[in-house]
Structures are given as C-alpha cells and as structure tokens.
C-alpha cells in the first residue's frame, strides 16, 4: 500500500508564499508522475501542476510563472513552490502519486492539505 502525507499549507495574505510538500511511502515499486491538484468550494477539482519522473513539468494556465513543482526521486517526495499567490488560490491542495507495476498504473491521493490567500 502507498501512502502520501502532505505538509506545509496554511494561510497567507496575497502577494506571498507557501512551499507544499508530499511524502510518499510503501510498497512503491516506480513512481510514475506527480502532481499537485486543488479543489475550492463549488468547483471541480483540478490540476495545479505536475511532472514526470524525467523532470518534465505541466502547470495549469492560471499559475504558470507563479508556481514551481518539483521532486526528489530519492525521497520520493513532490514539491510545490507558490509564489505570487491570489485570492482565487485559495483550495485544498491535493498530492497524486502514479505508480506503475508491469504495464498497470496506480493513482494515489493525499488526504489534502488547506491553502488559504486572503485579500
């Protein structure tokens, strides 16, 4: 079983920074990708960002300049940098960690972790 524990949200006026972090552990043969997604009250959840064991990344349009995602193989573990944040990114941030066993993927989720920007 794989399980991911996320840190490091809080809240934060707007203008500033946040750093998430996701730890995975367990029986994880390869992580796939990572990422991070987030979900405000009365909207779908959605990707915030996400990158691949080869270091290649993708963020959502509303925070490409803003954000940075990174990971350490080693420690099995995602980063998210936030910078610049806004009001609209207030949202439980969520870690996904994809492994992959032979030609199957797997999908795991944090329990999520409250960012919230005030005005």
């Known amino acids: 079983q794989v399980q991911l524990v996320e840190s490091g949200g809080g809240l934060v006026q707007a203008g500033g920074s946040l750093r998430l972090s996701c730890a995975a552990s367990?029986?994880?043969?390869?992580?796939?990708?990572m990422g991070w997604y987030r979900q405000a009250p009365g909207k779908q959840r959605e990707l915030v960002a996400d990158?691949?064991?080869?270091?290649?990344?993708n963020y959502a349009d509303s925070v490409k300049g803003r954000f940075t995602i990174s990971r350490d193989n080693a420690k099995n573990t995602v980063n998210l940098q936030m910078n610049s944040l806004k009001s609209d990114d207030s949202a439980v941030y969520y870690c996904?960690?994809?492994?992959?066993?032979?030609?199957?993927?797997?999908?795991?989720w944090g329990r999520g972790t409250q960012v919230t920007v005030s005005s």
């Open positions: 996904k960690v994809v492994t992959r066993r032979l030609s199957l993927n797997y999908a795991y």
């Open positions: 367990g029986s994880i043969f390869s992580i796939n990708a």
């Open positions: 990158i691949t064991t080869g270091g290649t990344t």
